[in-house]
């Protein structure tokens, strides 16, 4: 089994931002891809961002050049920089992980952290 934990959301101002981070631990030789999805109140989860083992990253276009998606081998460890937010940016961020991507972005990948909420309001 794997067990991921996210950290880092919270309350913060539109045009601010936030870092997310989520760390593996278990059985992390079988993941290759790792990724966040959101869910806001009253909507289905989506994709925000996902990164494969070579590095390969997939963005919703909603984000598309405000978030960094990227990924620590050495600390097991996804990170989502999250820049220039705006109050629609408001959800659960939940990180996952699993071995195949088209599994991940596909929303059917096998671990799934507990999420972290991120709200973005004045």
């Known amino acids: 089994q794997m067990q991921l934990v996210e950290s880092g959301g919270g309350l913060v101002q539109p045009g601010g931002s936030l870092r997310l981070s989520c760390t593996a631990s278990?059985?992390?030789?079988?993941?290759?891809?790792m990724g966040w999805y959101r869910q806001a109140p009253g909507k289905e989860r989506e994709l925000v961002a996902a990164?494969?083992?070579?590095?390969?990253?997939n963005y919703s276009d909603s984000v598309k050049g405000r978030f960094t998606i990227s990924r620590d081998n050495i600390k097991n460890t996804v990170y989502l920089q999250m820049n220039s937010l705006k109050p629609e940016d408001t959800a659960v961020y939940y990180c996952t992980a699993g071995s195949r991507s088209s599994d991940l972005l596909l929303g059917r990948a096998r671990y799934w952290g507990q999420g972290t909420q991120v709200t973005v309001s004045s």
């Open positions: 990164i494969n083992n070579g590095g390969i990253t």
């Open positions: 278990g059985s992390i030789f079988s993941i290759n891809a």
